[in-house]
């Protein structure tokens, strides 16, 4: 109540009713309860609203899985988990003696071709997804304190502190003096392992450079696939020699006419070994001359090709177009006019270069091929080799079951460092089923519970900016609202009109 006013003002100004010091005691009792309850509404509604939200995402996220706020792993954890999960075996001890039996076969000598040194670099780099970081630290640390006890010290550890400890011994060996270009993990495997490592790699190492290098220097050289381990057995002499230029497509399109019943006299002239007749080699064979690919790729896809490694529909409509009966006379008859002197560019195949890229032009035409498809396809595969390897790389193309496969695995060669070998051996087609999550969100929450929140959240919101603006337009001289009305007219009728 201002000083100096008569009692009665303030509430005939604010309310038309009489002040409650005027007013009977039961009525000024009345009028305390009620402006009590009328100043808790709002609070009191403002914080039911807010309270049922949190009610409603707590249902939500009892309802989800155990899981559903950690986030998704990472594809190289994925991978790593994938590699460990495919060698089950009941301790450390035991994974540690499976991988040096993996490491020793890729070494003990075969016919006719060398041990199979990409193979052991590989699963040698795998050793801390096989056997896991901490039983491997645990491992390494076994000649200063009993395996028990560390694992129980790195147990009774903050998280922090154990991957600090793990990381440190794995980076330390890492570290430590070695062999240069010898797997740092290979010093874990038998001597007799080492030894057979060291051996092999001073007597075949620069026959696998040379066959690194054919892809992009192959100087008019062919490459023998069955000289390669693990790579194309069993495959008679005339399918594992690919040519590097325009003579492998005539070796294929000859082989393609003779398969189409097509006489070709200059091929009879030209006396080859034809192989049995691969339409979609031929393509893959006319496509080093196609300017959009680059022609190492088409080469490392190739000799994929002739190793039997890449194979199915997919792979016959990127190469040759839309599955129809004429497929395959589409591409003998863009071929035909370079067939006529087979002969003569099998001897000198430098001069197939404008007639090449002219059938190349045409059988795009008449097979409507899709430029951006195959440049897409050959950059994924191209990226595949420059992450690994084209041995790693064409051993592991046997698992590309569709035309987006080959992207996977160049996002897996990106994450692998040197392990893509031994996933191929351990998981097979389980590999390409590897992909980054794409999201952190999960969609296996209780979607009506947050649905509910989300709507009361937004209701509490919109009720406490009904009240700042009502209250700012109120203060600027504005008219009352429903709610300071309704105040008004219940003050009123329980203290009395002011008169």
Do not use: K
Not at 427 to 432: G, T, Y
Request: aromatic share 6%.
């Amino acid at each position: 109540m201002r000083a100096g006013t008569p009692p009665s003002r303030t509430y005939s100004e604010r309310y038309g009713a009489r002040s409650p010091w005027l007013a009977p005691r039961w009525r000024a009792a009345v009028y305390l309860i009620w402006r009590a309850l009328f100043a808790l509404v709002r609070p009191a509604l403002f914080l039911a609203l807010c309270a049922g939200a949190l009610i409603s995402v707590y249902r939500a996220l009892e309802a989800a899985p155990a899981d559903s706020l950690r986030a998704p792993q990472t594809l190289s954890e994925q991978f790593d988990a994938a590699l460990n999960a495919a060698v089950p075996a009941q301790d450390a001890e035991d994974t540690l003696s499976r991988w040096r039996t993996e490491i020793e076969q890729s070494l003990a000598p075969t016919l006719p071709g060398p041990p199979d040194l990409p193979r052991a670099r590989s699963f040698a780099s795998s050793l801390p997804a096989l056997m896991g970081r901490e039983a491997l630290a645990l491992y390494l640390m076994q000649n200063e304190r009993r395996p028990e006890l560390m694992r129980a010290d790195l147990a009774a550890m903050p998280v922090w502190r154990r991957e600090q400890i793990i990381n440190g011994v794995l980076e330390g060996r890492q570290q430590s003096e070695g062999l240069v270009g010898e797997p740092v993990w290979l010093r874990e495997a038998s001597p007799r392992a080492q030894q057979r490592y060291r051996r092999a790699q001073a007597l075949y190492e620069r026959s696998f450079q040379a066959a690194e290098s054919w892809f992009h220097s192959p100087d008019g050289l062919a490459l023998n696939l069955a000289a390669l381990p693990g790579l194309a057995p069993g495959l008679s002499p005339s399918q594992a020699r690919v040519l590097p230029d325009a003579r492998e497509l005539i070796v294929q399109g000859c082989a393609l006419a003779r398969a189409q019943s097509q006489r070709v006299p200059a091929c009879e002239r030209a006396q080859l070994v034809l192989p049995e007749a691969d339409p979609v080699r031929a393509a893959l064979a006319l496509s080093l001359h196609d300017p959009a690919l680059d022609p190492a790729t088409v080469r490392l896809a190739l000799a994929a090709r002739a190793a039997g490694r890449l194979d199915g529909e997919w792979l016959a409509s990127l190469m040759l177009g839309p599955p129809a009966r004429e497929r395959e006379m589409r591409l003998l008859t863009a071929l035909m006019p370079i067939l006529a002197d087979a002969d003569q560019i099998h001897a000198r195949p430098a001069t197939c270069h404008a007639r090449c890229a002219a059938a190349m032009a045409e059988l795009h035409a008449m097979a409507g091929l899709d430029d951006g498809r195959r440049q897409s396809w050959f950059a994924a595969f191209e990226e595949i080799r420059r992450n690994e390897d084209a041995l790693v790389a064409l051993r592991v193309s046997d698992v590309l079951d569709s035309r987006d496969d080959v992207q996977v695995l160049a996002r897996l060669s990106a994450i692998s460092e040197g392990r893509m070998l031994a996933g191929r051996i351990l998981l097979a087609e389980e590999m390409v089923t590897l992909s980054p999550s794409e999201s952190f969100f999960r969609t296996d929450f209780d979607r009506p519970q947050l649905l509910l929140a989300a709507l009361l959240a937004l209701l509490a919101v919109a009720m406490l900016g009904i009240v700042l603006i009502s209250g700012r337009i109120r203060r600027s001289g504005g008219s009352p609202g429903a709610l300071e009305r309704l105040d008004a007219e219940i003050s009123r009728l329980i203290l009395g009109r002011n008169i």
